[in-house]
């Protein structure tokens, strides 16, 4: 409208003028001209064809302005955004803190701790990087980039193209042909996960400050994908473990190594521990006395000695949060549907070609996890309302815990020997009214097979499962620990093959057995033995007070299209207030990850003294950190954390860590340390 | 029209006008229209009542305008991102090879088509300046820099805070270590030295191109180390030679026994010729490892660019802080280290900073006249550099004939490795005048106490001294060690107790088993090892500093009172810039690059007494003939090399197993023949050797 009025206005100056130099003069002016809104009533005095040629201006004048104010606010946004950035970067670093505690490194160093004995990082699985050294074409230009860890940024670009590189070959665990992915070398590999998520990033920091450095300090990377012994056949993991254990135990004035395995590092280096000894071809041939000669100390922390119920749901149904950590970091996109439409699938295709988690699954069986009727946790109190509370009302709770539980325990709460039941009437009833469940059913349901070619491109071995199978595998039963095993070979014939030559999950009963030679036996601690290292100690560093995923009920699966996983966990199904079961899960005591039982026990009874697992007596000590989250944002994950991965930033657990590498024993740091009842429970343990 | 000519004055006065009164302009523009109406008779309307309606529409100030232009930059910007990133990986590929035709397959690629595969581990010795560096204990004001790069990568802490910067990579000049309180390491792993900055990549190209054929982590190893350290203190801080030995012998037990190759890069090249003796002494000076551990450990020894016999940018390094002996930190950032933004000392700080460390000593010209030449002659006489050469290998010796009748007349006397003056450059020895220094009385510190805070030696020297280095005219290489010794006395004490810069008369001299002979292959014997090959790769027709023309600096008061002429010129006789050039790889000179295993090492000699063989593969530069091919693949400088495909080739052939005459024995461009020839070196063990 303005431009109208004005054009008029101009025309009513010099009318024949006007009408000719209209066309580039209003354009000219438009901004300056449309200030100027007049709102006098005049008469129409410009002919029609110049009204016309006006509106077409107008039109054009328009649009341009509309770009313009996108523009002028993008401009204005990243002004801004500059000018805080800039701000950002000239304030002082110390500003933005808020006055915090000095960091256990700092705190120590003053009270003149000095890096002693040369310390060995072992991580633990998904938290160490993965990058690409030969590659199919669609990888093309990722030569020695990060496939796993980092930004993560090539799965949001090309998923499958990285699904295909990061799975192994089903049938033998190890490279697929025409793909290398290596673990990424160095400090590096794990201490950050992808930026900003902290592994062991905190750790080094303060074992720098105590004088440690590249020279004394050694990241002990391996492909957690692979079994712990094709670790050493591929890429000579073991033997470069041992040379560099040797090596800086040399260079650094004799002074044995002190060694921090985390999560499934600890089985890992159990594995070392007992490769080193053992002659070759086998072993690393470093003799009997190599342990007790280079290792002062093992401090596992969060360890999964006896395996965890996550690994269980992860290869049954994909559906574990074994890998909570990207969960929790990507949550939409493992269950969305960028995949086209088979994200679960496709993750359990990957997954289940990864050896290591079969590494993973619960080992000792009934004897150790209970069975349908009775589990060492038994009468553990969920209260979930409770996690917030302080640490006094939680210590009240432990005192009067006793009567409590006898109370519960007459309900029947939560019978977590049954590690996987179908329905939740299942998962409660008494043992002798569900139907038995036998090896010898088992081998006759797989006998039966029909395979269902026209589910071709996603492979799990669901497919080759009929249906018939699926629902009879699952009808109205439970299954404990040591039928699962044998479920999980009906579902999954092949993977346990292959898994099941590196890796056992029974009870030993006798030791001597020249059986327990075979390396599937050495990442087990209950079929094998410790090292003859009397000197050395072992640690138990883990967080308590984290409802656990302890077992599950699941449910058919309602979508029977073909090429989906048969079963899920029926998240629906949720307790009262005091009972333990949320979506489908039973909780237990633990540190989100790993249940109490599985990081203590070992060090709690199975190695405690002088047994048959420890035949010379090394020391063991508990270390158990209770979890308090972080009181505000600021904390970032909180120096008090007691999660699986947190704990690595908590200052009590890098103290205990930083007092052993300087020097100290377990008993001059405060021998055992423990909150939770794992005491109790490791004395209805009988083994 | 008659309004826009009515309006210009209007806007242009308003124009001219502050800024502050644009606000109130705008409005009285509006009042001259508004008048302008009035003029006509039309209705009366006071500019209060204008104000009074404020217009709706926002003004289009200057502010705007720049945020608009901001918008549409950034938005125009996104796009082409979005686009980039859509494109699919091959384009830029196929857009080169539209343009340039095929592109040869990479060598790594080729290779392994004809059945290579991976077979000898291989450890890359990276050279000075491009490992990196991380911090690992700081002062205060590099808090949040642990385990940062401080070297290498970005560089953005240099810029955000320089003096800190400086102060973290400085070494203790006592000792030649670390700083009380500073602890920076080397970055370890490939990642070390696989590119010096983003996109700047040393051992990158050659790594992808083992990897084609099977290489990986396991069979390959970057032994970094600290480079700023002497090569003794590398090991004694870090313990970093102890750790190449036990992951060689690793990779060695992992691999089958099969014997490693080693690939040296510049002054890496110094650094393993140290290791090789190291390992073999008995401890605790040595590695312990016995008399034949290198035959049993180690296939070939592939040098690319090895300064044996030093480098003449790293004395303009020392004496000037003006060498581009860190080449690839000045072609990255031209203009950074000549600017001002270290308060006007930049170059002093430099200096400071690079005469702490102690390794840039061991590229000192060794072998002293006999090598480097005299004040009237040296090897290279005759070499013209304004000639293109292009020939092939069966013309040299005419050409290099025809030079010397050409040139004799007038040539450079490269051995006058630092002349102050042209013309004292370029005079016959017998008309210099010259007066020692040796013996001159350094005049109490003339430099005022306000220059203090950035330490150089030079303060200590007066004007006396300074006086005296430039009335001694000329020096040539050996008295050049002099020459430094007189100006930095401290930093030579540190560097002799670690480094040598003569010819040994006597090699069973018992005092060569100390290690500051270890990397002076004049000075050592090559291990006995018959069946090790020792080969020497570098790039040849790179215009190379070989001499400079000195003039004192005009102000002396804080600053290095010498600088590089760089007025002098002279065509005929390769002086560019106060710079006399000779054939070489841009930084390492033909001379010292192939001496050794043209002459010093071929056969028998009493510095190789095992006769292990030597071969010479030289590949001629040619610079990349588009932009699209970044750094070229045909490229002979120095540092560039890394990425020429016939390098890349060679080396892959041997790792895979060739021998150096599977390779094509020797692979001549330069007159390296003749050169060494004229050297008169007494390579016999029997006879005496009598200096000059």
């Not at chain 1, 205990?656 to 939770?676: F, H, K, N, P, Q």
Request: glycine letters at 8%.
């Amino acid at each position: 409208m303005a431009s109208i009025l004005r054009l008029r206005k101009l025309y009513y100056v010099e009318p024949a003028v006007k009408c000719s130099s209209v066309g580039f003069e209003s354009l000219d002016q438009s901004p300056k001209i449309d200030q100027k809104l007049d709102k006098r009533e005049d008469d129409v005095i410009c002919a029609n064809n110049l009204a016309l040629e006006v509106k077409k201006k107008r039109k054009q004048a328009k649009e341009w302005r509309c770009m313009d104010s996108c523009c002028w606010i993008i401009g204005c946004l990243c002004t801004t955004w500059w000018l805080l950035l800039l701000l950002f970067h000239c304030w002082p670093v110390t500003l933005l803190r808020a006055p915090e505690l000095p960091g256990p490194g700092v705190r120590l160093k003053r009270e003149g701790l000095m890096a002693l004995h040369p310390v060995v990082l072992v991580p633990g699985i998904v938290t160490g990087g993965l990058e690409l050294w030969e590659g199919r074409s669609c990888a093309d230009g990722l030569f020695r980039k990060r496939l796993w860890g980092g930004s993560f940024s090539e799965i949001f670009k090309r998923p499958l193209c990285l699904l295909e590189h990061l799975s192994l070959h089903y049938g033998t665990g190890l490279d697929p042909p025409g793909i290398r992915v290596r673990a990424v070398p160095g400090l590096v590999a794990a201490d950050y996960f992808a930026p900003g998520y902290f592994v062991w990033a905190v750790l080094i920091e303060n074992l720098a400050k105590l004088g440690y450095e590249g020279k004394n300090l050694h990241m002990a990377a391996y492909d957690w994908r692979l079994s712990f012994q094709n670790t050493e056949i591929r890429d000579h993991s073991f033997t470069r473990l041992k040379s560099k254990i040797e090596l800086m135990y040399i260079t650094n004035g004799y002074k044995k190594v002190v060694v921090v395995p985390h999560s499934m590092g600890a089985i890992y280096f159990l594995h070392f521990l007992k490769w080193v000894e053992t002659p070759p071809p086998m072993g690393g041939g470093g003799g009997p006395g190599w342990c007790a000669k280079h290792i002062k100390a093992t401090m596992n922390i969060g360890p999964t000695f006896l395996g965890v119920p996550k690994a269980v749901s992860n290869l049954f149904s994909a559906e574990g949060k074994d890998a909570s950590y990207i969960r929790a970091m990507v949550p939409g996109v493992f269950d969305s549907e960028i995949l086209g439409l088979q994200t679960f699938e496709h993750v359990m295709r990957m997954s289940r070609t990864w050896d290591s988690i079969v590494s993973l699954l619960p080992k000792g069986g009934d004897a150790i996890w209970g069975n349908m009727d009775s589990s060492p946790e038994e009468g553990h109190v969920c209260d979930f309302s409770k996690k917030s509370h302080s640490q006094t009302s939680l210590s009240d709770n432990n005192v009067n815990n006793s009567d409590v539980k006898r109370g519960f325990q007459v309900k029947g709460v939560a019978k977590y020997g049954r590690i996987i039941s179908f329905g939740k009437a299942a998962s409660v009833l008494h043992s002798s009214k569900l139907p038995t469940v036998d090896s010898k059913e088992f081998s006759q349901m797989s006998t039966s097979k029909n395979l269902n070619i026209s589910c071709g491109e996603v492979w799990t071995e669901y497919d080759e499962m009929s249906r018939q199978n699926i629902q009879n595998a699952a009808a109205d039963k439970a299954y404990t620990t040591t039928t699962f095993l044998d479920l999980l070979r009906l579902v999954a014939p092949k993977m346990m093959r292959r898994a099941e030559a590196h890796f056992s999950h029974g009870i030993a009963d006798n030791l001597d057995d020249p059986k327990y030679n075979h390396y599937k036996y050495w990442s087990n601690p209950l079929e094998t033995k410790l090292p003859n290292a009397p000197d050395m100690e072992i640690y138990c560093l883990y967080g308590v007070g984290i409802p656990t995923e302890r077992s599950y009920v699941y449910k058919l699966s309602p979508n029977s299209r073909c090429k989906s996983i048969p079963y899920q966990i029926d998240s629906s199904l949720s307790g009262e207030d005091n009972s333990c079961l949320r979506g489908g899960v039973y909780f237990a005591d633990g540190d989100e990850s790993v249940p109490v039982l599985s990081a203590g026990f070992m060090c709690a009874k199975g190695w405690r003294g002088r047994t048959r697992f420890n035949p010379f007596g090394i020391a063991t000590h508990i270390r158990e950190y209770r979890h308090k989250p972080p009181a505000s944002l600021l904390e970032g994950r909180g120096i008090e954390s007691g999660a699986h991965v947190d704990i690595m930033g908590n200052s009590a657990l890098i103290e205990d860590i930083l007092r052993v590498a300087a020097g100290a024993t377990g008993d001059e740091i405060g021998g055992d340390r423990i909150y939770s009842d794992i005491l109790r429970m490791t004395e209805r343990i009988n083994l | 029209m008659s309004l826009l000519r009515r309006r210009k004055p209007i806007n242009e006065s308003s124009d001219s006008k502050p800024l502050l009164e644009k606000e109130g302009e705008e409005h009285h523009e509006e009042d001259h229209d508004e008048d302008e109406d009035d003029g006509n008779g039309k209705n009366k309307k006071t500019p209060s009542k204008i104000k009074k309606k404020p217009p709706p529409q926002s003004k289009w100030s200057c502010l705007d305008t720049c945020c608009w232009f901001i918008g549409c930059i950034c938005i125009t910007w996104w796009l082409l991102l979005f686009l980039y990133n859509a494109m699919p990986a091959s384009f830029p590929q196929y857009v080169t090879e539209a343009i340039t035709g095929p592109l040869p397959d990479p060598p790594g690629v080729k290779l392994k088509k004809e059945g290579l595969e991976a077979k000898h581990p291989v450890v890359f010795v990276p050279g000075i300046v491009t490992g990196g560096l991380e911090l690992w204990e700081g002062r205060e004001c590099a808090e949040g820099l642990f385990r940062k790069r401080l070297w290498g990568g970005t560089f953005g802490e240099v810029y955000k805070r320089p003096l800190c910067w400086v102060e973290h990579m400085s070494l203790d000049n006592e000792t030649g270590l670390d700083p009380c309180g500073i602890r920076v390491r080397p970055v370890s792993g490939l990642v070390a030295a696989d590119y010096f900055a983003p996109g700047y990549f040393v051992w990158a190209v050659l790594i992808a191109n083992l990897a084609r054929i099977g290489y990986e982590e396991k069979t390959m190893y970057m032994a970094a180390y600290d480079w700023r350290l002497s090569f003794q203190n590398t090991e004694v801080r870090d313990q970093t030679l102890s750790r190449i030995k036990s992951n060689i012998e690793l990779m060695v037990a992992t691999n089958g026994g099969r014997k490693v190759v080693v690939i040296p890069h510049s002054m890496g090249v110094l650094y393993f010729l140290h290791f090789m003796k190291w390992v073999e002494a008995p401890a605790p000076m040595g590695g312990g490892g016995g008399p034949d551990w290198c035959s049993k450990h180690i296939k070939a020894v592939v040098n690319i660019g090895g300064p044996f016999l030093g480098v003449p940018k790293a004395i303009a390094g020392l004496f000037s802080a003006e060498a581009k002996d860190i080449a690839v930190a000045r072609a990255l950032a031209p203009g950074f280290l000549d600017n001002d933004i270290f308060q006007l000392q930049t170059l002093q700080h430099v200096m400071r900073m690079s005469r702490t460390w102690d390794s840039t000593m061991s590229m000192i010209p060794r072998g002293g006249d006999t090598i480097w030449g005299g004040l009237d002659w040296s090897p290279e006489e005759g070499y013209s550099c304004s000639k293109k050469r292009e020939e092939d290998d069966t013309q040299i010796t005419d050409q290099a004939g025809a030079e010397n009748a050409v040139c004799k007349a007038r040539s450079a006397n490269y051995g006058r490795i630092i002349s102050f003056g042209k013309d004292v450059a370029e005079a016959p020895s017998s008309d210099i005048e010259r007066i020692d220094f040796r013996g001159a009385i350094k005049g109490l510190s003339a430099a005022n106490t306000t220059c203090r805070d950035v330490w150089t030696e030079y303060h200590d020297m007066g004007f006396a001294g300074i006086k005296a280095v430039a009335e001694y005219k000329t020096y040539t290489a050996e008295s050049i060690v002099d020459l430094l010794h007189f100006v930095a006395p401290k930093m030579m004490a540190r560097g002799t107790a670690h480094f040598s810069y003569g010819i040994a008369d006597n090699l069973d001299d018992p005092k060569y088993k100390h290690y500051k002979y270890w990397s002076n292959p004049l000075e050592t014997t090559l291990p006995n090892a018959p069946d090790m090959e020792i080969f020497s790769l570098y790039g040849v027709g790179l215009p190379t500093e070989r001499a400079y023309v000195y003039k004192l600096s005009p102000h002396a008061e804080c600053s290095i009172p010498f600088k590089i002429d760089t007025s002098a010129d002279d065509e005929d006789t390769c002086l560019r810039d106060g710079v006399y050039s000779v054939d070489g790889d841009e930084t390492v000179p033909v001379l010292s690059a192939g001496f050794m295993c043209a002459k010093g090492w071929r056969g028998k000699t009493r510095f190789n007494p095992s006769g292990i063989r030597t071969y010479i593969r030289e590949y001629n530069h040619s610079p990349p003939a588009n932009l699209l091919e970044g750094r070229g693949t045909l490229s002979g400088a120095h540092v560039d090399i890394m990425g020429n495909f016939a390098l890349i080739e060679d080396v892959i052939r041997i790792v895979a197993g060739a021998s150096g005459e599977e390779l094509g024995g020797d692979q001549i461009h330069s007159n390296i023949r003749n050169w060494s020839e004229k050297i008169n070196l007494q390579l016999e063990e029997t006879q005496v050797y009598s200096s000059r």
